[in-house]
């Protein structure tokens, strides 16, 4: 079931989501949000960092092992953001309406 904030339209979301940052628990994670987009973004570099360096210098396949254990980490944390900020802001919504 969608929930209120993804109903409504991009410009009513950057609105909300403007006045939730605005709010000393919108500030506090907003630092969060930016961590879980900053690690999960690194993890999915370093993965491609590693891939290009096995390719190069023919490495042992663990190397692969290990840069899809990256990439699944990197994607986790993109996705658990995703998720917990829609969370937030819905309940952000409800509260506030």
């Not at 690690?39 to 370093?46: E, H, R």
């Amino acid at each position: 079931m969608k929930n209120k904030f993804q109903r409504m339209t991009k410009e009513e979301q950057k609105k909300v989501l403007t006045k939730y940052y605005a709010t000393k628990t919108g500030k506090e994670n907003k630092a969060r949000f930016l961590r879980l987009l900053i690690f999960g973004y690194l993890c999915l570099l370093y993965a491609v960092v590693v891939i290009g360096d096995t390719i190069i210098n023919h490495h042992s396949n663990w190397n692969y092992v290990l840069a899809g254990i990256m990439v699944i980490f990197g994607l986790f944390f993109l996705l658990a953001r995703h998720k917990v900020l829609i969370t937030k802001v819905n309940e952000y919504v409800v509260k506030h309406k």
